[in-house]
């Protein structure tokens, strides 16, 4: 089967930092990609990693753990702006994403 | 980077009509998707828009629900047939580019009465 977990919701303050998990168990992998979506709007690609290891751009970062089935993604220096819903994607077999659920990311002043 | 655009953007539409979407991207791309995400939901794979074939449908879609053509390598169209208030979502055309990364284009918002 799959699954894809990530929490439902996380609260952080404004500057600070904040870690988004998600752990995977899917049929198939070909990377792992996470997307930032705002309310009303389509998502926004941040990352990929297809192999383990830390990519980091700007104030976001995402690690991915192939062994373990987990990766996270990191946002340094809080925004009000970074207030969105946060999705990790498996890329399976043939192009085809399959979705957790969504981190709702409230950040507070 | 790919630039999809989709359109329309937004429709209200009634009971047993049908809705035509189209999706373009400016690059040619190895793959294209449709997806759905209904309200307060994550994004849903509906099917793989294959070009110059019939589309490849994901468990509880239907062909005859949501017809897709693939003319070409830049553009696809996703209808939605015989629409009932629960197809009320946003559907989101995606391509997979030849790096490996899927982008969205800006969805188009279905609001059925």
């Known amino acids: 089967g799959q699954n894809i977990d990530q929490p439902t919701e996380m609260t952080a303050t404004e500057g600070a930092i904040v870690q988004i998990n998600c752990t995977y168990q899917t049929s198939g992998f070909n990377g792992l990609f996470w997307y930032q979506q705002h309310a009303g709007e389509a998502p926004t690609f941040l990352s990929y990693?297809?192999?383990?290891g830390l990519e980091e751009k700007g104030r976001f970062s995402s690690f991915l753990s192939r062994s373990k089935g987990y990766s996270y993604l990191l946002l340094k220096e809080l925004q009000m702006k970074d207030s969105a819903s946060y999705l990790c994607?498996?890329?399976?077999?043939?192009?085809?994403?399959?979705f957790g659920q969504g981190t709702e990311l409230s950040v507070k002043p | 980077s790919a630039v999809i655009s989709q359109k329309p953007s937004r429709d209200i539409c009634q009971r047993g009509t049908s809705l035509t979407i189209q999706c373009q991207v400016d690059?040619?791309?190895?793959?294209m998707f449709w997806y759905r995400q209904q309200p307060g939901q994550s994004l849903t794979l509906i099917a793989t828009?294959?070009?110059?074939?019939?589309?490849?449908?994901e468990s509880g879609f239907v062909i005859d629900k949501f017809p897709i053509s693939r003319p070409n390598l830049t553009f696809s169209t996703l209808t939605v047939s015989n629409m009932s208030p629960e197809d009320s979502s946003i559907y989101l055309c995606s391509v997979l580019t030849h790096q490996d990364t899927q982008y969205f284009g800006p969805g188009t918002r279905l609001t059925v009465l």
């Open positions: 994607a498996v890329l399976g077999p043939g192009g085809k994403l399959i």
């Open positions: 690059s040619q791309v190895t793959m």
């Open positions: 990693n297809v192999l383990d």
């Open positions: 828009a294959n070009q110059g074939s019939e589309a490849t449908y």
